[in-house]
């Protein structure tokens, strides 16, 4: 696997991203405060539990790729973070991947509860429309097309539906194909609409959306991926969550369904496929192309 260096400038992007994104996202949800205070503070837990902001930041450098004002994409960056929240909480439960660590702390419904934490992803994924909402609308893009985006992505069809395929995987011997449709549902989805969100929030053109597009399918593929390396090679004080749960459960992953040097080979081709997409937004994508990268050799 090819390696990267990381300049100290873009450490700093990513960092400050998150620092803005964060500021944000304490401004649009509700206070701990607000009646009913208990899953108020579920919420807020769970969404200021640390992690990477991923999705947030490739919708504010889509928007910046496309020429725009990343400021404008703010609201749909937050409501990607708001809704992927709202997956892990409800992944985590004891009925689902069942897992009692998340970003280095113990989960949602380790805190407050199975019934609350429910309650939790419910709220979240609600507030993530609430929040999308906020969205000002585009000559090219009006409001029903960021909802029906975010909609069609978190449903049955993408989001839900890879979890169902995921679990009813368990225990099965998939095929590299049929592994490949549940990444691509679970995780690759999300991380293209957070692109195509961030773009659509600057009026993006068609033929850069298309690219865009092209580049996050890639991208969530290989993301996937290397998460399902990671889980096998890393320790759970890396990750911040619990390390080698996938091959407790039985769950296909890639590793164990082609190999580790496989998947790595795999996530390398995906990369340099996703990077080829960006060739017609120019030096504007810069940001997009140290991001992809970074996340093939990131190490958590």
């Known amino acids: 696997m090819p390696t ?3 300049t100290t400038d873009f450490s700093d992007y990513i960092k400050k991203t998150a620092v803005t994104v964060d500021q944000a996202l304490h401004q649009f949800l509700p206070s701990e405060k607000t009646a009913p205070a208990t899953i108020h503070k579920a919420m ?3 969404v200021f539990a640390g992690g990477k902001r991923l999705r947030p930041v490739l919708a504010l450098a889509a928007a910046e790729a496309c020429g725009g004002d990343p400021a ?6 937050c409501a990607v973070e708001i809704l992927h929240t709202y997956s892990l909480v409800h992944d985590d439960l004891p009925c689902m991947d069942d897992d009692d660590l998340r970003r280095g702390r113990p989960t949602c419904h380790k805190v407050f509860g199975d019934g609350m934490a429910v309650l939790c992803g419910d709220a979240l994924l609600t507030e993530s429309f609430l929040i999308l909402a906020r969205t000002l609308p585009t000559a090219r893009y009006k409001m029903e097309s960021f909802i029906h985006e975010l909609a069609l992505t978190s449903g049955s069809r993408h ?9 009813e995987g368990e225990g099965q011997a998939l095929t590299k194909a049929q592994l490949v449709k549940i990444h691509k549902a ?13 773009a659509m929030s600057v009026n993006a053109t068609p033929a850069r959306l298309e690219a865009l597009t092209t580049f996050g399918n890639c991208l969530g593929l290989a993301f996937q991926i290397i998460d399902d390396i990671l889980d ?7 990750l911040g969550k619990t390390a080698g749960k996938d091959a407790k459960v039985d769950k296909a992953t890639y590793p164990a369904v082609v190999g580790l040097d496989a998947s790595r080979k ?3 081709t ?3 496929k996703a990077l080829a997409a960006l060739e017609p937004l120019g030096t504007k994508a810069h940001r997009l192309r140290e991001l992809a990268s970074f996340l093939l050799v990131r190490e958590y």
Do not use: F, H, N
């Open 4 to 6: 990267q260096t990381v």
């Open 44 to 46: 807020r837990y769970s």
């Open 72 to 77: 404008k994409a703010m609201p749909a960056a």
């Open 159 to 167: 989001l839900i539906g890879g979890q169902v395929m995921d679990l």
């Open 186 to 198: 679970k995780t690759a989805a999300l991380l293209t609409t957070s692109l195509r969100l961030g």
């Open 232 to 238: 096998v090679t890393q320790s759970t004080e890396v």
């Open 266 to 268: 795999e996530a390398a």
């Open 270 to 272: 995906l990369t340099k």
